[in-house]
């Protein structure tokens, strides 16, 4: 029998639920469950293969409980792999930063990151009807779908 490597996605979504729709697609391509932070405290994740960290992108990073979850963390050699959604993400490199440092600091090992258009309505957007209206959509989920098969793909030719 092929053992199946262990994935956990840990993810909050308190805007619109974007990233945690995107969390599904995802966890749903890799057979993995998906975590609050609050749960991921409690978790004994040394066993996991892989290890996914998303939300929606706030002032320019990723949900503090994310960022907070990681700095209370032991330093662990795992791979991981990030995502989000936002109201720019060709701003991703810069706004996963925040994130990607401390896992980094932390011995994880970043192999992949995602990030695609979230329905952002903060502040004055929200007369107009929000940026990004309707994502992510189809097309942005079967990007999902598509970025954590091949995930997948390198992670059974190390298993
Ligand atoms: C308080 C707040 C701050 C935000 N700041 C940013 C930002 O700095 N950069 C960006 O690209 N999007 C920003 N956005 C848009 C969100 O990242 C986007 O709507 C995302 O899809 C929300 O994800 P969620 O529904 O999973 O919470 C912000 C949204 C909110 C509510």
Redesign the pocket.
Known sequence: MIEQPLIRII????????????ADTLADALHANVHSPEEAKTLDVSESDLLGF????????H?QSLLQLVDSWPTRPCRVFIF??????F?RWF?HCALRRRLVRRGFEVVAEFCC???????PLWFMG???CK??NAKDFANARAFALKIKDTIQKDH
């Open positions: 993810c909050t979504s308190v805007h619109h639920n974007n990233t945690g729709r995107v998303g939300s929606g992108i706030y002032f320019g990073r949900h989000s959604t936002a109201g720019l993400p701003l706004q258009r979230g329905w952002d309505t903060v502040g929000g940026i990004n994502h992510p």
